[in-house]
């Protein structure tokens, strides 16, 4: 059985996530902090407690368990709370998703290149209106290259600007 970093896993998606991976025969490891998680709902594998804004117990985890790939679902995600604290959720979930792809990067699951293998980006779920992103090891694509990054990373600037 391969290991399987899930962040967010003790959250609605990710939980279900879990339950699918462990039936696909693979070991969900659950990574969340529980602000919006729950425990109990950690059923198929292991758990780690543990915060995107924390760089150390994302490699700590990465050491430990040598997951081949990572699901990332980990986000605040209250609309109503994004309006009123929008640096607080840009922070978490920006920089949160930004220490997990380099941390991807630094255990091997990814190259320097940004050739994460097998991400796809959604940024509005119908039912959540969150952003997910899912990293595999299946199928090779490359990330974006630095213009588009570039392009995008402008746009951030100019939201957060606005919204401060």
Known sequence: M??????????YIGSHACKALAAAGHT????????????????????????????????AA???????????????????????????????????????IEATVAAGCADQNANIEGIELSERDEHYSTMRLVISVRDRTHLANVDRILRIGKRVARVLRNSA
């Open 62 to 100: 990465f050491e430990q368990y040598q997951p081949v790939a990572v699901m990332h679902f980990a986000a605040l995600s209250q609309v109503g709370d994004s309006m009123k604290q929008p640096g607080t959720y840009w922070r978490n979930n920006v920089e949160g998703s930004l220490n997990l």
């Open 2 to 11: 391969a290991n399987i970093l899930v962040t967010g896993g003790a959250g």
């Open 28 to 59: 969900p490891v659950t990574f969340d902090n529980l602000v919006t998680g729950w425990r109990n709902a950690v059923k198929f594998g292991p758990f780690v407690q543990g915060d995107l804004l924390n760089r150390a117990e994302i490699d």
